[in-house]
């Protein structure tokens, strides 16, 4: 089936650690999406990448990176710098950046040790 | 930068009643998509409106784009307990390169059987 797989579903940071969340697709898509989710509000964006090895800052992109080295896959790392990470992150794709819908994963709950 | 309003944010109605949202951008858009996130589910793609005035219905699902393109309305008929989660909007800017989706902060819907 096609889709858009995140892992893990749950996970933890400790102080100081950084950590990855994977994204990986297999719907052949060239733009992926982070978004943020914090109860009660909408989806923040953290970076998005229109094409492979390119990728945007969103609204909140400090204490966050990311990587786009195949079309598949587009990895999150929340940094030290980010103070406060728990959260619920989503990963989503579109055909293209423009005028088209988000397919998003599961998801991938961010909690501090 | 752009914003999107969404109101109410949180609606309860008894099945059967009607239940309508509303969307409002700071900023002229080139189309509005929405969005239904079930509790401890993701967000999964409604419909997207493109043209001013634009009307589309989906079974008991009333869609609107106002005619200055900086509005949108969902409008469920006869609510079913299926109906429950949160809807939300998400506006994309007009011109430019800009192809960020905005979302609004969403409503929350609960259904009373």
């Known amino acids: 089936d096609g889709g858009i797989t995140q892992s893990p579903k749950y996970l933890f940071r400790k102080e100081g650690q950084n950590v990855t969340l994977s994204c990986e697709q297999n719907?052949?898509?060239?733009?992926m999406y982070w978004y943020r989710q914090d109860p009660g509000q909408g989806l923040r964006l953290i970076y998005y990448?229109?094409?492979?090895?390119?990728?945007q800052k969103g609204d909140i992109a400090e204490g966050y990176s990311v990587s786009r080295e195949k079309k598949e896959s587009f990895p999150l790392t929340v940094t030290s710098a980010q103070k406060n990470p728990t959260a619920f992150y989503l990963c989503?794709?579109?055909?293209?950046?423009?005028?088209?819908?988000?397919?998003f994963g599961s998801g991938t709950q961010l909690s501090v040790l | 930068g752009q914003q999107v309003m969404q109101i109410p944010q949180y609606q309860h109605v008894q099945e059967g009643e009607d239940f309508t949202t509303y969307c409002n951008s700071s900023?002229?858009?080139?189309?509005i998509q929405w969005y239904k996130q079930r509790p401890g589910g993701h967000p999964v793609f409604l419909i997207q409106?493109?043209?001013?005035?634009e009307v589309k219905k989906q079974k008991r699902l009333t869609f609107q784009f106002g005619e200055a393109k900086k509005n949108s309305s969902l409008h469920i008929t006869a609510t079913q307990t299926t109906d429950v989660g949160t809807y939300f909007c998400?506006?994309?800017?007009?011109?430019?390169?800009?192809?960020?989706?905005?979302f609004g902060k969403g409503t929350l819907l609960t259904v009373n059987p």
């Open positions: 719907l052949n898509h060239d733009a």
């Open positions: 900023t002229t858009l080139s189309n």
């Open positions: 990448s229109q094409i492979v090895n390119d990728f």
């Open positions: 409106l493109v043209k001013s005035g």
């Open positions: 998400a506006g994309q800017n007009s011109g430019g390169s800009n192809y960020k989706l905005t």
């Open positions: 989503a794709s579109s055909i293209v950046a423009y005028n088209e819908k988000l397919f």
